[in-house]
């Protein structure tokens, strides 16, 4: 089983719409987490941190539960540029895992 | 945010010849970095903790002999693939960490 575990996509959706994404790891010493966003053929980019009181930036929202060791990102009102692989990532002791990623389309 | 480098971002070499690429911190200092290495169309894999002026830590599976690492300063650490084979194809990425993790640009690696 992986370490961390993303839903396998890919999502294809239109503009406008809302989506949300999955993650589940396995350690439950995990102590940070993350939301990444990486673009075809380029290096992984922040997206947002996670916490469990929930973290909203603009369109995008995330959710942490530890209790189910499970993370979510939401996003509303999805644009074209939303377009990418998103990672989601489970740290520790400055060692980070990723999932796999889950590809979006958003398409016109 | 923080800046991270890394150099060259392409590079083609023959069978057997070694290559080094190099991360750089510009603008904080990085007592650690991590190299990472993404082949297509799956997870970032992370290689091993660069530690400045002590020995990298190396992940399971990943040959230290083969892969050497070297964290000289607090802004610089340098991944050498020696006697590369096309399996060692791979997109590499550094990253370090001030309060989150930051990434250098990748370097995409082809061993003819």
């Known amino acids: 089983r992986k370490e961390v575990e993303q839903d396998p996509g890919p999502f294809n959706v239109p503009e406008g719409a809302t989506v949300a994404f999955n993650c589940t790891y396995s350690?439950?010493?995990?102590?940070?987490f993350f939301w990444y966003r990486q673009d075809c053929r380029k290096e992984p980019k922040l997206l947002m941190s996670v916490y469990s009181s929930g973290n909203e930036d603009g369109r995008f929202t995330a959710q942490l539960n530890r209790a189910s060791q499970y993370i979510s990102l939401l996003i509303r009102d999805s644009k074209l540029s939303d377009s990418a692989t998103y990672l989601c990532v489970a740290g520790m002791a400055g060692k980070s895992t990723f999932g796999d990623g889950t590809t979006l389309t958003v398409k016109p | 945010g923080a800046v991270v480098s890394q150099h060259p971002s392409w590079v083609i070499c023959k069978s057997g010849t070694s290559v080094k690429i190099e991360c750089r911190s510009l603008d904080f200092q990085a007592t650690t970095m991590f190299w990472y290495r993404q082949f297509p169309k799956q997870s970032l894999m992370l290689m091993a903790t660069?530690?400045?002026?002590?020995?990298?830590?190396?992940e399971q599976g990943v040959e230290k002999d083969k892969f050497l690492i070297n964290h000289a300063s607090l802004t610089l650490s340098t991944l050498t693939v020696t006697s590369a084979h096309p399996e060692d194809s791979s997109f590499y990425i550094c990253?370090?960490?001030?309060?989150?993790?930051?990434f250098g640009p990748g370097t995409r690696l082809l061993v003819l």
């Open positions: 350690n439950s010493a995990s102590q940070s």
């Open positions: 990253s370090a960490a001030e309060e989150t993790q930051y």
């Open positions: 660069s530690n400045e002026g002590s020995k990298a830590t190396y």
